[in-house]
């Protein structure tokens, strides 16, 4: 199993800034985590959920929405099993709660956090 906890949501001005965390933990992930991408989504209320960002574990590769290129950046700390989302230049289309998931593949996840609300005013 892979448990994903989110945290770092929450109100904030457009032009602001905020960091979300995803902490990783469970056996599965813990044997080899090398093996994984993190990733972050985000849905808002009426619209399906949308991919964000990605990076492997395992190397320097990450992987952007066209939405969020240049404003946001993933990034991770391997000795405390966590994956960041920093987002500055914030817009109100932020809005939504966003999803940390983990998957063997850079398109294809199997968990999920309980997502964090990012609300950002205009």
């Known amino acids: 199993q892979v448990q994903l906890v989110e945290s770092g949501g929450g109100l904030v001005q457009a032009g602001g800034s905020l960091r979300l965390s995803c902490a990783a933990s469970?056996?599965?992930?813990?044997?080899?985590?090398?093996?994984?991408?993190l990733a972050w989504f985000r849905q808002a209320p009426g619209k399906e959920r949308e991919f964000v960002a990605a990076?492997?574990?395992?190397?320097?590769?990450?992987y952007y929405a066209d939405s969020v290129k240049g404003r946001f950046t993933i990034s991770r700390d391997n000795a405390k099993n966590t994956v960041y989302l920093q987002m500055n230049s914030l817009k109100p289309e932020d809005t939504a709660v966003y999803y940390c998931?983990?998957?063997?593949?850079?398109?294809?996840?199997?968990?999920w956090g309980q997502g964090t609300q990012v609300t950002v005013s205009s």
């Open positions: 998931a983990g998957g063997r593949t850079s398109v294809q996840y199997e968990y």
């Open positions: 990076l492997s574990w395992s190397g320097d590769n990450t």
């Open positions: 469970g056996r599965t992930f813990s044997i080899y985590p090398m093996a994984w991408f």
